[in-house]
């Protein structure tokens, strides 16, 4: 973090501040008499993930105002700078010309460049409000471009989130070597209390038969994580980006995990936490090398052949799966495709129009469709110890533009199943 110059006349205002807002010895309130009026632009400066934000709505400023008044400055006190976490900075440029820059650190602040010991409530309000930009504009806080030369693929257990007690669910997507993006599906589940997550997550490789921390970058000073919660929904499904650039640096090839802590929030000092994780894996692709994205369990193997512009996920089989097997869908789409090796597989119910075609791999298969949805509902291959079923979820808004090439990637699936 840069150290800023002190401006001796900015002390003779703070003093003034005290003077004329009836803040008590000692204290300081900068922004006591400001009004929305008075701010003529303001933007959000995260670091991490170094994104810069305009805030440009009406109801942005207004509340954000508000949140200022409130900002209660006590002592210069530079330890903050020694501090490591989310720094969350507003430079205001005011309607007489002016700027001003606030940064919220916890229990420190940056008030035009200077650190102060400060009042928590107001510069955690600050925090919260700065993530919230961050979270809901979608060009901002987008990971990376994948490297050339690597992909990412997401890996996770084929189980659903209602099967997990608290109903909870996490997997990846737009994977780099420098970030991702967490999906957590919330789904019935028991949680005693309100489910939330923090800003808070590490890193996990898998080598040599176990998990063990990614080694984190040289830091001069101990790692220290903001106090700010989210909430998440009942019965939906949220999402956020992580950089891990300035913590991991960019990761090589390999099998990896992200553990986001998770918190059963029931009341003041009444809650529970488990570590969930996102699973995923790095590959190295050279030019012109063909890959293929496979799954392998109990003698059965199914793969399908990695097209650029498509993103990936395996499902691997866990105890009580029904069915496990690889899914994809186009590159920031929503839905997927599934396909999987299920040991028993049956259909039922009304509307249903089922007629046997051949893939292009020369696979006899029967395609069923519920109701004239625009996409078939499912494909269903027979072997000797089950069926391999491709079945879209959520396909809707992007099938018209990309059956062609889902047919294509699936035409050129491969099956095998060993006998017992």
């Known amino acids: 973090m840069k150290h800023r110059p002190v401006i001796p006349s900015l002390l003779l205002c703070a003093l003034l501040f005290t003077l004329l807002s009836g803040c008590g010895v000692g204290e300081t309130k900068p922004f006591a008499d400001l009004k929305a009026e ?55 440029t005011m309607a007489d010309g002016t700027t001003h820059s606030i940064g919220a650190y916890g229990d420190y602040m940056y ?42 693929i997401g890996r996770s257990p084929a189980t659903e989130a209602y099967e997990d007690p608290w109903g909870v669910k996490l997997t990846a997507k737009g994977i780099a070597q420098a970030g991702l993006t967490v999906v957590c599906t919330q789904q019935d589940g028991a949680p005693a209390g309100d489910l939330q997550h923090g800003s808070s997550y590490s890193l996990e490789v898998y080598k040599g038969g176990e998990w063990s921390a990614v080694e984190l970058l040289p830091m001069e000073n101990d790692l220290i994580w903001t106090l700010v919660a989210w909430g998440i929904p009942s019965n939906n499904t ?30 003041t000092g009444d809650y529970e936490e488990k570590v969930y994780y996102a699973g995923f894996e790095l590959i190295s692709l050279e030019q012109d090398e063909p890959l293929t994205v496979s799954c392998l369990h109990d003698g059965a193997f199914i793969s399908i052949p990695y097209v650029s512009g498509w993103e990936y996920s ?75 079923v491709a079945m879209t979820e959520n396909v809707d808004s992007w099938w018209p533009q990309y059956a062609e090439a889902a047919m294509n990637i699936l035409g050129a699936c491969e099956i095998e199943v060993l006998p017992d």
């Open 314 to 388: 395996i499902d691997e089989y866990e105890g009580g799966c029904m069915s496990w097997g690889v899914s994809f869908r186009p590159t920031g789409e929503d839905g997927r495709i599934k396909l999987h090796f299920w040991d028993s597989f049956g259909v039922c119910g009304t509307g249903l129009e089922e007629h046997e075609i051949t893939l292009a791999n020369g696979f006899t298969a029967w395609q069923g469709t519920y109701d004239d949805h625009s996409a078939w509902d499912f494909i269903s291959i027979e072997t000797d110890k089950g069926n391999v």
């Open 238 to 267: 949220v999402e956020w980006t992580v950089d891990w650039s300035w913590l991991y640096g960019e990761l090589p090839a390999g099998i990896y995990r992200i553990a986001i802590p998770i918190m059963d929030f029931r009341g």
């Open 38 to 92: 008075n701010i003529a632009s303001a933007d959000i400066y995260l670091m991490p993930p170094n994104s810069t934000i305009t805030i440009a709505d009406d109801a942005g400023i207004s509340e954000l105002a508000e949140i200022l008044c409130d900002v209660t400055l006590y002592e210069r006190d530079d330890t903050g700078q020694e501090s490591a976490g989310q720094l969350v900075e507003v430079t205001l």
């Open 111 to 152: 008030y035009d460049g200077v650190c102060y010991k400060a009042k928590y409530e107001p510069s955690e309000a600050l925090n919260a409000f700065g993530n919230s930009y961050y979270k809901e504009l979608p060009d901002k806080g987008t990971p990376e471009e994948i490297t050339p030369g690597f992909i990412g």
